[in-house]
């Protein structure tokens, strides 16, 4: 039984808490400017319309081949390197790797009209080159995260006269025949893709990020506010929420004529794993691909399910080769004490013994 003392005692501790989140709700409001990101030390060594491939300053190199990063055409690549302790990027760079990033930067409307064709065989082979030139290296690791592996493994299947030694894929879509409820909306009985294209040029960041938010909204719109509110007196909590939810809002455009194809050669039409994918005339097909294969999946993945990603493994010519689960989501691949603890040594062990 609880005593009147002890009430008191609790009465009075969640009052303390109650105005330390206030407190801590006022500081928040009032604290100017965004949160910096994408700190790594890095410089720019390519460029090529609004696309910037990224060296990191390497003090410490021990591994001979160097790693070449691919982002998705759609939200900024910083997801790879949020902040200081919550960085693949940074960790990479601590394990000794030379690490290349290409960021596709912001297309304007004279960019509505390029294609994947554009992207996967002409900026993804000329930014490569440029990752074998300033590394000096033989050959390079390729690791596309999202959308972005489903360019690198085009590019792979594409490029096999370039020496591409390993392939990372994590979170990567191949398979679209069950894409859950993307599959419903994108339906071409009920969605006029050409005429959203036509009409859009440019499809607006809002619009990508509303149709990811409504496949779970309760979680997406609710979610991570209340997470901040019962947690406001936490530091570091708050300087976690604050970063994810900053690059959560800071959406690009899609260039409409990729925007195009994505949804119809992949969501309708789900033409790589059947192999009746072209781009600029050339086949893509997956057993091109030789280089060692770590495929990453997440568990709780809703934006990319693990069905669209493990089929892959079965599809390419590599003979060393892995599927790999992690207890994640979508973004918790990458970012969070949870990937740089349990994920990304795992990633490290694999990569080392290959480089």
């Given at each position: 039984?609880?005593?009147?003392a002890?009430?008191?005692?609790?009465?009075?501790?969640?009052?303390?808490?109650?105005?330390?989140?206030?407190?801590?709700?006022?500081?928040?409001?009032?604290?100017?400017?965004?949160?910096?990101?994408?700190?790594?030390?890095?410089?720019?060594?390519?460029?090529?319309?609004?696309?910037?491939?990224?060296?990191?300053?390497?003090?410490?190199?021990?591994h001979?081949?160097p790693?070449?990063?691919?982002?998705?055409?759609?939200?900024?690549?910083?997801?790879?390197?949020?902040?200081?302790g919550?960085s693949?990027?940074?960790f990479?760079?601590e394990?000794g790797?030379?690490?290349?990033?290409?960021?596709?930067?912001?297309?304007?409307?004279?960019?509505?009209?390029l294609?994947?064709d554009?992207?996967?065989?002409?900026?993804?082979?000329?930014?490569?080159?440029?990752?074998?030139?300033?590394?000096?290296?033989?050959?390079?690791?390729?690791?596309?995260?999202?959308?972005?592996?489903?360019?690198?493994?085009?590019?792979?299947?594409?490029?096999?006269?370039?020496?591409?030694?390993?392939?990372?894929?994590?979170?990567?879509?191949?398979d679209f025949?069950d894409?859950?409820?993307?599959?419903?909306?994108?339906?071409?009985?009920?969605?006029?893709v050409?005429?959203?294209?036509?009409?859009?040029?440019?499809v607006?960041?809002?619009?990508?990020?509303?149709?990811?938010?409504?496949?779970?909204?309760?979680?997406?719109?609710?979610?991570?506010?209340?997470?901040?509110?019962?947690?406001l007196?936490?530091?570091?909590f708050?300087?976690?929420?604050q970063?994810m939810?900053?690059?959560?809002?800071?959406?690009?455009?899609?260039?409409g004529?990729?925007?195009?194809?994505?949804?119809?050669?992949?969501?309708?039409?789900?033409?790589?794993?059947?192999g009746?994918?072209?781009?600029?005339?050339k086949?893509?097909?997956?057993?091109?691909?030789?280089?060692?294969?770590?495929?990453?999946?997440?568990?709780?993945?809703?934006?990319?399910?693990?069905?669209?990603?493990?089929?892959?493994?079965?599809?390419?010519?590599?003979?060393d080769?892995?599927?790999m689960s992690?207890?994640?989501?979508?973004?918790?691949?990458?970012?969070?004490?949870?990937?740089?603890?349990?994920?990304?040594?795992?990633?490290?062990a694999?990569?080392a013994?290959?480089?």
């Amino acid at each position: 039984m609880i005593t009147p003392a002890e009430s008191i005692e609790a009465f009075r501790q969640e009052l303390e808490r109650s105005y330390k989140r206030t407190e801590a709700a006022f500081k928040l409001a009032l604290k100017p400017g965004s949160p910096q990101v994408g700190r790594t030390p890095k410089e720019t060594v390519w460029t090529k319309n609004k696309a910037k491939l990224y060296r990191y300053h390497q003090p410490n190199q021990r591994h001979a081949t160097p790693l070449f990063l691919v982002y998705a055409l759609i939200n900024r690549p910083y997801i790879l390197d949020l902040t200081p302790g919550n960085s693949l990027v940074e960790f990479l760079v601590e394990q000794g790797y030379d690490v290349f990033l290409l960021d596709w930067g912001t297309p304007g409307e004279e960019d509505a009209h390029l294609r994947l064709d554009d992207y996967v065989m002409d900026y993804l082979p000329r930014a490569a080159k440029q990752v074998l030139k300033h590394s000096g290296a033989a050959e390079f690791s390729l690791l596309g995260y999202c959308q972005g592996g489903t360019l690198s493994t085009m590019f792979a299947a594409t490029h096999p006269e370039l020496p591409i030694k390993n392939l990372i894929l994590l979170t990567t879509p191949v398979d679209f025949a069950d894409a859950g409820l993307y599959t419903n909306w994108l339906n071409p009985k009920h969605f006029d893709v050409d005429r959203v294209a036509d009409v859009l040029g440019l499809v607006p960041a809002g619009m990508l990020d509303l149709g990811a938010k409504l496949l779970k909204p309760m979680q997406n719109y609710y979610g991570p506010t209340m997470a901040l509110l019962d947690r406001l007196d936490d530091e570091t909590f708050v300087a976690g929420w604050q970063v994810m939810d900053h690059w959560v809002a800071d959406g690009i455009p899609f260039p409409g004529e990729s925007y195009r194809q994505w949804i119809k050669e992949f969501y309708q039409g789900n033409k790589l794993v059947k192999g009746e994918m072209k781009l600029a005339g050339k086949p893509v097909k997956l057993e091109n691909i030789k280089a060692n294969l770590l495929n990453v999946y997440a568990e709780l993945d809703h934006i990319v399910q693990p069905s669209q990603a493990m089929p892959l493994a079965d599809k390419v010519g590599s003979l060393d080769k892995q599927t790999m689960s992690v207890k994640a989501g979508h973004v918790g691949v990458v970012a969070g004490r949870a990937a740089r603890k349990n994920f990304f040594p795992k990633l490290d062990a694999w990569i080392a013994a290959r480089s």
